[in-house]
């Protein structure tokens, strides 16, 4: 088919044009030394292929192109403006633009482009606008920009599936001035990626799900040229509505930020939800203190078997928590140790060693709390060596015995310590109150 077109292409062109190539049905301006060639909405399924390599203007726009191949735009180190708005292209080749060194303007919106890899766009040193709007991208690769990373000046990501980007490629487009990545599904923002961008003039995060944007130095150029007004310095435009914002203290930086124009709302906490950013008084903006609602109290286990020590803490922002061992050295997580995001920590193996008490902090942006949790490891009992009998606790004084003579899983943990490589497979911990009395094993 390709190449049935692809004839019928060269005999009209052999008998028509021979002084200038240009592609069937579509219009090419020589304006001396400059070529442009307006291919818009010719029916196009794929790049023509007798392009005039010196083209300097080159508009696809309104076709039906499915991917871009390598052939296509070789040897066109003239090309500078080059558009393929509204095609259906979903697949770019490896290093396509790999000779486009002059190119200023790329414009790829409204195709159906998923993921953008690092060859995709090799080669593009002298970029300035990269349009990319109305795609179905919801991946970029970290070095994707990595070629016009200091020149590109626009960067359009706007309605994609976007939930992540490569921030610290971003945040080094010195030059950028306008980067619109609105209605996407972004919900982090690393802080101080943009703290570099200090020729950004417009930045649109607008319908995202972010709930917090992190303060960085560039955001306060909004506050400063708002209130100097007629300022010659052009001021930032830092749009940020339809996102989940959380409006509690975390937020007050950009409260501050005297701007009554967009209409912004809370979506959380409560009181809060659909109010209006900027009519919320700045005394709202408020953090709760960790409060440590529930953790283990005192706590008994045997000599080689877990233990599990809970910690749980309410606040705004979520509070995060961490545990310190008796000596007071930070839990993190090891062979002998885990430490989980809900706060419990559990300890492998217990050695009678870490007898002692644990101290549960939690700790958000408002503050911290803590509480101790003790930690009893009870010695497994010393045998009469050689013996090979199990001395038995004194039945019925405790549900320990019970508990440990129905696991009827003693032998096996004696056998394991000796051989120093315990592995409890199944949690044997035995919790009980602080009044009861603890057997003596030994
Ligand atoms: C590009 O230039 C090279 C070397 O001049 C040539 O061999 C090749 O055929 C050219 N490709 C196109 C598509 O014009
Ligand atoms: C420790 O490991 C657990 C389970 O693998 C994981 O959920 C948790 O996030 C880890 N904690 C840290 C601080 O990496
Ligand atoms: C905490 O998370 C761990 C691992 O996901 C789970 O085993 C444990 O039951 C959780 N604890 C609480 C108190 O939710
Ligand atoms: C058991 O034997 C070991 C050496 O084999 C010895 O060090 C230990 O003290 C003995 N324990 C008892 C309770 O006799």
């Known amino acids: 088919m390709e190449s049935l077109l692809l004839c019928a292409l060269v005999l009209v062109l052999g008998v ?7 592609p069937k049905r579509c219009v090419c301006q020589n304006l001396s030394p400059s070529i442009a060639i307006l291919c818009a909405k010719t029916g196009l399924l794929f790049v023509p292929p007798f392009i005039d390599r010196r083209t300097v203007e080159l508009r696809l726009t309104d076709n039906f192109i499915t991917s871009v191949r390598k052939r296509d ?10 558009t393929l708005s509204r095609n ?21 919106d409204s195709n159906r482009l998923t993921k953008l890899v690092d060859a995709h766009l090799r080669g593009l040193v002298n970029l300035r606008h990269l349009i990319l709007n109305n795609n179905q991208l919801n991946a970029i690769s970290a070095d994707s920009f990595d070629d016009f990373v200091t ?23 010195t030059n950028v001035n306008t980067l619109s990545l609105d209605h996407n599904l972004i919900d982090f ?20 799900k972010l709930h917090k944007l992190p303060p960085d130095p560039l955001f306060l150029r909004v506050r400063m ?26 937020l007050l930086w950009l409260r501050r930020l005297t701007r009554e124009d967009d209409l912004e709302t809370c979506a959380s906490p409560p009181h809060l939800m659909g109010k209006y950013f900027w009519f919320i008084p700045e005394e709202e903006f408020v953090c709760e203190p960790p409060l440590i609602t529930r953790h283990t109290t005192k706590t008994f286990v045997m000599e080689g078997q877990s233990a599990t020590l809970k910690c749980k803490a309410v606040g705004d922002p979520d509070p995060s928590v961490h545990w310190t061992s ?34 549960c902090f939690a700790s958000n942006a408002a503050g911290e709390s ?32 019970t508990s440990v003579r129905a696991g009827s899983s003693l032998p096996a943990v004696r056998e394991d310590r000796v051989g120093h490589g315990l592995d409890v497979g199944e949690e044997r911990q035995l919790r009980v109150e602080q009044d009861t009395e603890v057997p003596d094993w030994r």
């Open 88 to 108: 259906t292209i979903s697949q770019i080749m490896p290093h396509s633009f790999g000779d486009l060194r002059g190119l200023r303007a790329l414009h790829l």
């Open 370 to 401: 803590m509480a101790e949790v003790e930690l009893v490891v009870n010695p497994l009992p010393h045998l009469a060596n050689g013996t090979g009998g199990i001395k038995e606790a004194d039945p019925g004084s405790s549900d320990i015995t």
């Open 73 to 82: 735009f070789a040897n066109m180190t003239s090309l500078v403006h080059l």
């Open 225 to 250: 040229y708002a209130k100097t007004k007629g300022s010659p310095l052009s001021s930032l435009v830092l749009s940020f509505g339809g996102n989940p914002l959380h409006c509690n203290c975390e």
């Open 189 to 208: 923002v690393p802080e101080g990626t943009f703290s570099n961008l200090h020729k950004l003039a417009r930045l649109d995060m607008t319908s995202n």
């Open 16 to 22: 028509t044009v021979t002084a200038q190539l240009c």
């Open 326 to 359: 008796p000596e007071g050295r930070l839990i993190s997580n090891s062979s002998r140790a885990t430490t989980y995001e809900n706060g419990t920590l559990r300890l492998l193996i217990a050695s009678p060693k870490d007898t002692g008490g644990f101290t």
């Open 151 to 173: 020149s590109l000046e626009d960067l359009d990501l706007s309605y994609n599936n976007l939930e992540d980007l490569p921030w610290t490629t971003i945040g080094r487009m």
